[in-house]
């Protein structure tokens, strides 16, 4: 079955350390994107990346670092520069138009999420 | 600035009722909106689209409006079953923009009671 495969589910941090958030789809998606969610923010944009080896600040880029060296593979690592950084974190992917890089959103193809990994910092 | 909104952060109604979940958005380039459910520990899940060329969609017990006018849609559920209490999502998308992403509200909770 195809999906989206995100680990760990839970993660525990001191402060000061940084860790890795994995996300690894199987659906043949151009498109990946990280996504960090807080109670009463809704879904808000960390980085996002349309082809391997390229990728894109979201809104909320600072203390996070992103590397898309594979097409299935879109790691996040969040950095002891994040103030804030205990969240729900989502992974998402989506098809490309025709290859353009620009995300394909319509009909069957729209953003497919993981399950989540909630990143708690002690 | 948020460019989508969602201005009920709740709504509760009772089973076999309708609901109606409200959503704005200021951007007049976006053509293309979604709805997504979440449970909590869950990732989102696609529920019903809309494309601005539209004004209605429909899906089972799911319909979305579109109001391109007033820049508003809305989502209904009818009847409403215990089961659709989650956090909904609207977002939009500018299908024309280079980049291309998704721009998303900030959720409302939907609680359905016996």
Redesign the interface.
Known sequence: DGG?TQSPKYLFRKEGQNVTLSCEQNLNHD?M?W?RQDP??????IY?S?IVNDF?K?DIAEGYSVSREKKESFPLTVTSAQKNPTA?Y?C?SSR??GGS??????GAN???????S?LTVL | DQQVKQNSPSLSVQEGRISILNCDYTNSMFDYFLWYKKYPAEGPTFLISISSIKDKNEDGRFTVFLNKSAKHLSLHIVPSQPGDSAVYFCAATDRGSTLGRLYFGRGTQLTVWP
């Open positions: 989206i498109a994107y996504y009463g923010q809704g879904l808000r944009l996002y349309q894109q979201g729900f989502l998402a490309s138009v890089g620009r995300a394909d959103y319509s729209v953003l497919t999420f993981g399950a989540g909630r």
